[in-house]
């Protein structure tokens, strides 16, 4: 079964840097486009970042600048580096898995609480 596994959240205060890890237990990871994903308190689950498998990547609006996705094919881990944190970017952050078009799947992690104090 597969499993990601996230890690690196925790308390920060506002302006400070988070750095989250993503763990992918098979060998799917080369080829799934990774994405991290969070959801705050009474709103819906929002896209963060993207990295394909070929490495390109994709950001919301709001994390341009700030948030970089990265990843380590020989690790089987997706990180994000988050700067200037801000308390509105309180969230849980979700790690997610998709296998390409000859062989879908959509995996999640169980989520990272990242908390920014004003």
């Known amino acids: 079964q597969v499993q990601l596994v996230e890690s690196g959240g925790g308390l920060v205060q506002a302006g400070g840097s988070l750095r989250l890890s993503c763990a992918v237990s098979?060998?799917?990871?080369?080829?799934?486009?990774m994405g991290w994903y969070r959801q705050a308190p009474e709103k819906s689950r929002e896209l963060v970042a993207q990295?394909?498998?070929?490495?390109?990547?994709t950001y919301a609006d709001s994390m341009k600048g700030r948030f970089t996705i990265s990843r380590d094919n020989a690790k089987n881990t997706v990180y994000l580096q988050m700067n200037s944190l801000k308390p509105e970017d309180t969230a849980v952050y979700y790690c997610?898995?998709?296998?390409?078009?000859?062989?879908?799947?959509?995996?999640w992690g169980q989520g990272t609480q990242v908390t920014v104090s004003s």
């Open positions: 997610n898995a998709k296998g390409p078009w000859y062989r879908p799947y959509n995996y």
């Open positions: 990295i394909t498998s070929g490495g390109t990547t």
């Open positions: 098979e060998s799917i990871f080369s080829i799934s486009d």
